[in-house]
Nanobody, 121 residues
């Protein structure tokens, strides 16, 4: 069981950067593959990035590849999403997800409440 809480969202100008954090409860964080999704107004939730339980393997949506980085600190039970060169189309609520598997995946069993990211042009 994971309880996830995102933070770090906010308002930023196009071209700027933000780092999102996802804090997880429990002692099994290091056993769970994790990831980020986002949902813009009027759109379906979409995959952003994923990371294996060890952190050795990552996966990104084409729309964010080369701009976003996903990482984790298993000692701190925290997942990160570093977002650079932000664009207005990155505006969305960003959700942290946790899987019951250790292998990198785009399917998750646990979700946080989301954090708003707004990129102004």
């Amino acid at each position: 069981q994971l309880e996830l809480v995102e933070s770090g969202g906010g308002l930023v100008q196009a071209g700027g950067s933000l780092r999102l954090s996802c804090s997880a409860s429990g002692r099994t964080f290091s056993m769970h593959a994790m990831g980020w999704f986002r949902q813009a107004p009027g759109k379906e939730r979409e995959f952003v990035a994923a990371i294996s339980s060890s952190g050795r393997h990552t996966d990104f949506a084409d729309s964010v590849k080369d701009r976003f980085t996903i990482s984790r600190d298993n000692a701190r039970n925290t997942l990160y999403l570093q977002m650079n060169s932000l664009k207005p189309e990155d505006t969305a609520v960003y959700y942290c997800g946790g899987s019951n598997t250790a292998t990198i995946t785009r399917q998750y069993n646990y979700w946080g409440q989301g954090t708003q990211v707004t990129v102004s042009s």
